[in-house]
């Protein structure tokens, strides 16, 4: 038997699985993860403004993410389905260069961590940032959606910190 590490969600013969995670105790858990949205100056100032035409881009898309981070289990065939204690979308918009920065908090006590709740509500959040803004402009987009830090379970673990 070789140690080469193996993923968690493979059985020994390849085969898609849910983890057990049964055995493990519930501790408080926490991630932050972000997406940026880049978009025209002109464009995060109509957003800014509150003048889009799809209405208030900020707000709806706060939402969607808070909403998607409760539906993440819906979303993505493997996770396990978490009772989130809170969950946070910030939007920030830097009016030079027209990107949006989007951070998605998620928090719980359970078995297994929030990274994907996360990084689920991060993702649906620019999704509803592109969508709002498509009809001013065409050439928008999404990028760098990551995970910045976790808590809680096994390991902690920070982007740079590594």
Known sequence: MTDEPRLSHLDERGRARMVDVGGK???????????????KPATAELVAAGRAPKGDVLATARIAGIQAAK???????????????????????????GAATIRAEARTSAQTGVEMEALTAASVAALTVYDMVKGVERGVEIEAVRLLEKAGGRHDWRRGGD
Request: proline letters at 12%; aromatic letters at 2%.
């Open 71 to 97: 539906r993440t289990a819906e979303l993505i065939p493997l996770c396990h389905p978490l009772p989130l204690t809170f969950v946070d979308v910030d939007l920030s918009l830097d009016l030079e260069t």
């Open 25 to 39: 105790p519930p501790t408080q858990r926490r991630a932050l993860a972000e997406a940026r949205v880049r978009m």
